[in-house]
């Protein structure tokens, strides 16, 4: 068998729809293509599907923001009109910037998962789809071939694997312990009148469908005005929800974009990281990342914000903007920033700072591999917590329903601090341990907890494929102290996140696998495994903290794809 013969790709959602559009965009052309989904669809992955959504839950994303695929949204509605919402029911009325809801948008992607796949056996490609089948574990061989087990039983021997296994919602208490759930996730196992209080740990948008989820189940919103009233079916006079978050942040709201944030103009191309790396030790700094892909671009958008900050180091950025959310209480600050975007989407002018953070956050995955072990414990510590809320981009029908919510006395907001912890309780339900604003300690039950704090990247030793972890083929992530001696005190503080190499080096442990700027595993000696590719996000959230979603699956997707056909173009010159 010839490399790249035979091309698998485990899973067949958002990530393998991109992967198959760049692998025929780039012309690899394998004999044989296989495609594994444990569910029922191709394209639609969780997000997008009933495993992830209701009629109720919608996109952070419109027609205009989609990346390219075979056939452009208004077209598929043009085909395939969406009845079930007024909005999307005839193309001629299509409004391309408006909030899609998910599962149309599942829809559209299913729809053009088949036009590429018909694409690719016009091209001569075999394809073979196996839906519900569920990959059970991933081999790779002294044959340097993987072997792939499903759960049928089956083995499919391939050249070429790639991972696009999507999200990932471990239960960890959920069914042994009643009204405890790991996540909101799918919707629809939460089904009748909740006549109780609620716990929703977090804030991010997963808590948000959680919100969502429950509020329309247990009570009706009435348009009025610009808004939505909220008022309880007589089941539920008594339902209610507490969201718990640690920094009392709620998301920040879709705004007027003048261009797309998540565009490969963006990144340092690989020459120039690898031209900056040799001037400056070995490493990307991510003070220069900030002023390459922030500052600058924002001296260009808006001149008197960026005269406001451009002596600031990042942490006195993100103190200054997060100072705002601590002052102000978090519904009264949601109202304002709400009212901000309105103008914004009415005047068609985007807030530059914002848009240049959505931009920066995109720009910073891809050299964040090559950062020092101190950036990346400053970027956590300092920026991601800014970028995550500025980047959830709420919709604002999302928020007219928080609101009414709000103004109807059924949800609050507990801000809680790193000490505050939720056990289960024996009976039903949790218990939410915290101390208030005065710090007295609080202890209070809840007969239904939601896990939404979104999703948590997956460690090496929790990746279901045993073959690849017990070969070696795939290793934990790393990054390298640029300074020894503050490797040396993060080891004394803190050594089981830290690794000392004798003599004197000090690495950091992050979450999830290591990979390169190909999305290429690196194997146990931190050499690339040859063919095996991981686009799951939450397997390489360590070296690649992105949120862009379906952006970051079109990126990674190409750059796969050109690793591909590299190695493809590498072996026919050898031969």
Not at 121 to 149: C, N, Q, S
Request: a negative charge; proline letters at 4%.
């Amino acid at each position: 068998m010839k490399k790249n013969d035979r091309i698998a790709i485990i899973g067949g959602g958002p990530a393998a729809l991109f992967a198959v559009k760049h692998l025929i965009s780039e012309q690899v052309l394998p004999e044989k293509l296989f495609i594994f989904e444990k569910s029922d669809r191709l394209g639609a992955g969780m997000p997008y599907s009933e495993r992830g959504a209701c009629h109720e839950h919608v996109a952070n994303v419109s027609a205009n923001e989609l990346p390219h695929l075979p056939e452009t949204f208004t077209d598929y509605i043009k085909r395939k009109p969406y009845l079930q919402d007024p909005d999307f029911s005839d193309y001629r009325n299509l409004n391309e910037y408006q909030v899609i809801p998910r599962l149309l948008l599942g829809n559209y992607m299913e729809e053009q998962f088949k036009l590429l796949l018909n694409q690719a056996r016009k091209l001569g490609i075999e394809v073979k789809v196996y839906k519900e089948t569920a990959v059970t574990d991933i081999l790779k061989k002294d044959d340097e071939l993987f072997h792939i087990t499903t759960d049928k039983g089956e083995e499919i021997i391939c050249s070429t694997s790639i991972l696009c296994t999507g999200h990932h919602w471990p239960k960890k208490h959920e069914e042994k312990i009643k009204g405890w759930y790991d996540s909101p996730y799918p919707p629809s196992k939460f089904t009748g009148h909740t006549n109780h209080a609620v716990a929703i740990r977090g804030t991010s948008l997963t808590a948000v469908d959680a919100v969502k989820t429950l509020a329309h189940l247990n009570g009706i919103f009435t348009k009025k005005d610009n808004g939505y009233t909220y008022t309880l079916h007589e089941e539920s006079k008594n339902f209610s929800m507490t969201l718990f978050s640690k920094r009392g942040y709620l998301p920040a709201l879709r705004f007027h974009s003048e261009g797309s944030p998540y565009s490969e103009g963006w990144i340092m191309s690989q020459e120039e990281i690898y031209e900056y790396k040799q001037k400056n030790g070995g490493f990307v700094d991510l003070d220069y990342i900030f002023e390459r892909n922030f500052k600058k671009p924002l001296q260009k958008k808006n001149g008197k914000f960026y005269d406001d900050i451009k002596d600031l180091s990042i942490e006195q950025f993100v103190d200054k903007m997060l100072s705002i959310r601590d002052e102000l209480d978090s519904f009264e600050l949601f109202k304002a920033e709400y009212n901000e975007a309105q103008k914004s989407i009415e005047r068609h002018q985007t807030i530059a700072w914002k848009e240049m953070l959505a931009a920066f956050s995109y720009a910073i995955n891809y050299p964040a591999k090559h950062f020092s072990a101190e950036d990346m414990m400053r970027m956590r510590k300092t920026l991601l917590p800014l970028i995550s809320v500025i980047i959830a981009s709420l919709p604002q029908s999302s928020y007219r329903e928080i609101i009414a919510l709000y103004n109807a006395g059924i949800i609050n907001l507990i801000s809680v601090d790193d000490e505050s912890y939720v056990e289960p309780d024996a009976d039903e339900g949790a218990l939410y341990h915290y101390k208030d604003e005065a710090g007295n300690e609080k202890s209070e039950h809840y007969k239904l907890y939601i896990d939404a704090i979104g999703q948590q990247p997956v460690q090496f030793n929790d990746i279901p494929f045993e073959g690849l972890r017990n070969a070696g083929s795939i290793s934990s992530g790393y990054l390298k102290f640029k300074d020894k001696n503050k490797g040396a005190e993060a080891f004394e503080e803190d050594n089981s996140h830290i690794l000392k190499i004798e003599p004197d080096y000090f690495y950091l442990r992050v979450d999830g696998l290591n990979i390169n700027d190909h999305f290429q595993a690196l194997d146990y000696y931190g050499e690339a495994t040859e063919n095996l590719y991981i686009m799951t996000v939450p397997y390489i959230a360590g070296l690649n903290p992105d949120y862009s979603g379906l952006d970051f699956c079109d990126t990674a997707g190409k750059r796969v794809a050109l690793a591909i056909k590299q190695t493809s173009d590498a072996d026919q010159l050898v031969s």
